[in-house]
């Protein structure tokens, strides 16, 4: 069973930087696209970022972009979730995801329950 396991969330001060996190397997970061995701309390999961399987497009959410970098490593088995400028609004638990499905395909729009893998989470919170 192919896991992702993510790491990196902690309390950060608004305007400062963390990096996330996912660890998997080879074959995930090879032939998967892969992407974050993020849920606020009480509010919906929603997208955040992703990265084709080739590593040569990336996609983000209006909300992030130009302060949140994705990127992978494959030589670490790792996906990360670089985020800068970090903002109150940001607080919430981030999850990363996998799927052997392009981007552009349905399973990556709202409410993507059918993407394959799931990390369980690790928590984000910006203070003021």
């Known amino acids: 069973q192919e896991q992702l396991v993510e790491s990196g969330g902690g309390l950060v001060q608004a305007g400062g930087s963390l990096r996330l996190s996912c660890a998997a397997s080879?074959?995930?970061?090879?032939?998967?696209?892969m992407g974050w995701f993020r849920q606020a309390p009480g509010k919906e999961r929603e997208f955040v970022a992703a990265?084709?399987?080739?590593?040569?497009?990336?996609y983000y959410a209006a909300s992030v972009r130009g302060r949140f970098f994705i990127s992978k490593d494959n030589a670490k088995n790792t996906l990360y979730l670089q985020m800068t400028s970090l903002k109150l609004d940001d607080t919430a638990v981030y999850y990363c995801a996998a799927d052997p499905s392009d981007y552009s395909g349905s399973k990556w729009k709202y409410p993507y329950k059918t993407l394959e893998l799931w990390g369980q989470g690790t928590l984000v919170t910006v203070s003021s």
């Open positions: 990265v084709s399987w080739s590593g040569g497009n990336t």
């Open positions: 080879a074959r995930t970061l090879s032939n998967y696209a």
